[in-house]
């Protein structure tokens, strides 16, 4: 800790660098803030107004319920949407099955003509 908090005494010359503390020891104070530009009518109304206005309760709520209403037809069309893409899923899953079993009945057929193929030849 440095010499103000109980720590050991710093050696003779050092100084703290420049523009790190003031010299209570506490970091300089933030920077004040930039003044801002007026705001047209348009930005008034969309931010409440100037003075902290608030929409009134009758304008709040039907602005609530049409938010509600887009949300409940964004969901419904994603809900058509997913099951739209399940059902395509379920008839290629399907299709995929159909042609691996018939995959599987050429294999079978393939080695039966295999075997009976080098018992012919044997028999030769």
Request: glycine share 8%.
């Amino acid at each position: 800790p440095p010499p103000h908090l109980g720590g050991p005494p710093l050696p003779p010359g050092y100084q703290y660098p420049p523009g790190d503390y003031t010299p209570g020891g506490l970091p300089p104070p933030p920077p004040p803030p930039h003044p801002q530009a007026p705001m047209s009518p348009d930005q008034l109304d969309a931010q409440g107004g100037a003075a902290g206005r608030t929409l009134s309760q009758s304008k709040r709520a039907e602005q609530n319920r049409k938010a509600q209403r887009a949300f409940r037809e964004r969901r419904d069309q994603h809900v058509k949407a997913l099951e739209s893409r399940s059902q395509l899923l379920d008839a290629a899953l399907a299709s995929a099955d159909e042609a691996n079993r018939r995959w599987e009945e050429c294999r079978a057929l393939v080695d039966q003509l295999r075997i009976e193929n080098a018992a012919l030849r044997a028999a030769l």
